[in-house]
């Protein structure tokens, strides 16, 4: 059974870099056919898709986040992973990751992990 | 982008009563070649993930209760609770997957009455 856990700091100084990082069971990242994405949900409010790592290596961001973006991939230790520079308040979220299952030309997120809260402040 | 919009905010339904929740996008999400809605929808409880529910606008995902059903087309869609249960109890958001970003709506949340 495919499970994703998410893993990180919990709370980053503004102006600092978000690194979180999404562990895959369950399958092989370098193997899969399907995509690795990365959600957000600001508290009390709805989800915003971060960037996506496909299979084939590349990857795609959020025009909104892209600057200060970069998704990579540990296929040694079946991890997939996310950086946002520069924080502010406003990137503080819960911060999910989930497999992209892969469609023409894309596709819906199942299944999705737990979720991390990242909260930006001094 | 495509901006995925949610009516209404919220409702309130009796159990054993019919849910109706709307999503519109603001353009089509039909992909001609295939003649497929390039639609989702999650149902979300309070402190959970989001769980997938049904894609391509009406297929239903492995596992999820009859009474979830999705229709519509282009740019309209529905998500119907036939017959509400204590367990529907969440918040319901629909996501298009037919262009980049991916966009998802604002959510509906569903509480008894």
């Known amino acids: 059974q495919l499970q994703l856990q998410e893993s990180g700091p919990g709370l980053v100084e503004p102006s600092e870099t978000l690194s979180l990082t999404c562990s895959v069971s369950?399958?092989?990242?370098?193997?899969?056919?399907?995509?690795w994405g990365w959600i957000r949900q600001p508290p009390g409010k709805g989800l915003e898709w971060i960037g996506d790592m496909y299979s084939s290596g590349n990857t795609y961001y959020n025009p909104s986040l892209k600057s200060r973006l970069t998704i990579s991939v540990d296929t040694s230790k079946n991890q997939f992973s996310l950086k946002l520079r520069s924080v502010t308040a406003a990137d503080t979220a819960v911060y999910y990751c989930a497999r992209r299952i892969k469609t023409n030309p894309l596709g819906w997120f199942d299944p999705w992990g737990q979720g991390t809260l990242v909260t930006v402040s001094s | 982008d495509i901006v995925m919009t949610q009516s209404p905010d919220s409702l309130a339904v009796s159990l054993g009563e019919r849910a109706t929740i709307n999503c519109k996008s603001s353009?089509?999400?039909?992909?001609?070649?295939?003649?497929?809605?390039?639609l989702a929808w999650y149902q979300q409880k309070p402190g959970q993930p989001p769980k997938l529910l049904i894609y391509w606008a009406s297929t239903r995902e492995s596992g999820v209760p009859d009474r979830f059903s999705g229709s519509g087309s282009g740019t309209d869609f529905t998500l119907t609770i036939s017959s509400l249960r204590a367990e529907d109890v969440a918040v319901y958001y629909c996501q298009q997957y037919y262009d980049s970003p991916l966009t998802f709506g604002g959510g509906t949340k569903v509480e008894i009455k």
């Open positions: 369950g399958a092989s990242i370098s193997s899969s056919s399907d995509d």
């Open positions: 353009q089509s999400v039909l992909y001609s070649s295939n003649n497929k809605n390039y």
